[in-house]
């Protein structure tokens, strides 16, 4: 992959706010602050990969943060905070459920070795995120797969370390999700705005059933007033006590907890 955005793609850029120098410097800045080491080549393919969702947005849904400085919090720096909780997980490949325009999944793979598969419902947004990994030259270990989490987990029991997830569903809906996809000892690592209470509770119920257990929870906030985050680590503990997973569509309409 290139150092610097591609002259071609440059030439694409609809306004000069895509200042790619500056917004490196900014985007440094960002992970300094957060104790994550970067570097400036990772850095730079993250930037290439935000550019790439951008230009599509605008043909395609995959994003309403429009403003870059916000993208560069809410869409890579919020990914790459997935990443200690990744670092002290079991070794192998990684699921990202529900990965919209592949985040976390690709700053993700750009700042690991790991193997990473990107799962989303909807097909023109794997489409796209499969050209975003051809792009970023991520193709030997990285794809997108247009699946039902629920199908996914019956045809893949037991084949990723590490399962990952922003708000995408409840916490119970999460872990039952994630339970028949993980090996035993695996990490489901979750992403929460600021879940209420009784939503923990319940994934943890929940996760009981499935056979896992909240290992970790941690909390911070986002740089300028942009949210709060809950992180929730659960670990595939034991074999669940019910069959999963169930068909697609009931972990919504009649979750575990």
Do not use: W
């Not at 790459?80 to 699921?95: E, M, R, W």
């Not at 809906?173 to 209420?196: C, D, M, T």
């Not at 669940?240 to 907890?257: D, F, H, M, N, Q």
């Amino acid at each position: 992959m290139s150092e610097q955005l591609s002259r071609s793609a440059e030439s694409q850029v609809s306004t000069d706010s895509f200042d790619r120098d500056a917004l490196l410097i900014e985007l440094k800045s960002l992970t300094e602050s957060f104790g994550l080491a970067v570097s400036d080549q990772v850095l730079v393919g993250f930037l290439e990969h935000l550019y790439l969702v951008l230009q599509t947005n605008k043909t395609m849904n995959l994003t309403r943060i429009l403003d870059l400085h916000d993208a560069l919090i809410l869409h890579i720096l919020d990914s790459l905070t997935f990443l200690p909780y990744i670092h002290k997980s079991p070794n192998g490949a990684v699921l990202d459920m529900g990965t919209g325009g592949g985040f976390p999944g690709i700053p993700l793979a750009l700042a690991t070795d790991r193997c990473f598969t990107l799962l989303d419902s909807v097909g023109k947004k794997v489409k796209a995120v499969n050209s975003f990994i051809d792009e970023l030259d991520l193709s030997l270990r990285c794809s997108a797969t247009q699946e039902r989490v629920e199908s996914f987990g019956a045809s893949h029991s037991a084949r990723f370390a590490v399962v990952t997830a922003r708000a995408m569903a409840s916490l119970p809906v999460l872990v039952e999700y994630a339970a028949p996809i993980l090996i035993p000892g695996g990490h489901l690592i979750v992403s929460k705005g600021n879940p209420e209470n009784d939503e923990i509770i319940s994934g943890d119920t929940a996760a009981k059933i499935c056979g896992l257990s909240r290992i970790e929870t941690s909390e911070f906030d986002l740089p300028r007033g942009l949210g709060h985050r809950t992180f929730l680590i659960y670990k595939k503990t034991s074999k669940p006590s019910i069959k999963l997973p169930r068909a697609v569509g009931v972990a919504r309409k009649t979750p575990l907890a």
